[in-house]
């Protein structure tokens, strides 16, 4: 069964470029999730989608973070402006879990690593 | 936002000894304390989980000791090798919740020496 894929892998802009990350979960799986990691701390939740509808975005910087997830498939993160303080690993996973169902595995891809000079 | 408590930042282990990580939570509503392992260019992979109905669960070389009363939990690695040597999230969720989202701690480095 193939993983969550992530691209890019690694990106480097400056501040107030704009950017933006894809993710493809792994397939049937509804629920999709994105996360961000800084350097030496664990994954946040920026932003919970299951199927293509939001489920939790409250800690995503809705001033500058962006997130979709067309036809309940594929997701893409973007951020405009980027701020120096955005630079992380940015993380997407997924689990097969539908509303009101038992928490399931989540899985996650390898990341996107993002450097604001 | 709620934190999950993680100790030691980083732990040096020799070959075969045993590895011990802890975590505290602060919120009772949370019943699902999974384990992660993440190593270096890789997302987290789940190890372990446990929910406070138990107090303990082992697979294979890992172990999560729960104890509800001081809302404390730990991962436990036997006979740890140089091949365990990663960071190790623990994390708390909901379990059966709508949601299902987890609230990472911020990591143990663990490197084991041959």
């Known amino acids: 069964e193939a993983g969550v894929a992530q691209s890019p892998r690694y990106k480097i802009i400056e501040k107030r470029q704009s950017v933006a990350f894809w993710c493809n979960p792994i397939s049937g799986h509804a629920t999709l999730y994105w996360y961000q990691q800084i350097l030496g701390q664990g994954p946040k939740l920026l932003i919970q989608f299951q199927n293509n509808g939001v489920v939790d975005d409250s800690q995503l910087p809705k001033d500058r973070f962006s997130a979709e997830r067309l036809k309940g498939v594929d997701s893409t993160l973007k951020i405009q402006p980027a701020k120096l303080e955005d630079s992380a690993v940015y993380l997407c996973a997924s689990s097969p879990r539908t509303s009101g169902l038992s928490t399931d595995t989540q899985y996650f891809g390898p990341g996107t690593r993002l450097t604001v000079l | 936002q709620q934190q999950v408590k993680q100790s030691p930042q980083s732990l040096i282990v020799q070959k075969g000894g045993i590895s011990i990580i802890n975590c505290a939570y602060e919120?009772?509503?949370?019943?699902?304390f999974p384990w992660y392992q993440q190593f270096p260019g890789k997302g987290p992979a789940l190890l372990i989980a446990i929910r406070p109905d138990v107090s303990e669960k082992k697979e294979g070389r890992f172990t999560i000791s729960f104890n509800k009363s001081a809302k404390q939990f730990s991962l436990h690695i036997m006979d740890s090798q140089p091949g365990d040597s990663a960071t190790y999230f623990c994390?708390?969720?909901?379990?059966?919740?709508?949601?299902?989202?987890?609230?990472f701690g911020k990591g143990t480095k663990l490197s084991v020496k041959p």
């Open positions: 994390a708390e969720g909901n379990y059966g919740g709508s949601q299902g989202n987890l609230i």
């Open positions: 919120n009772t509503a949370f019943d699902y």
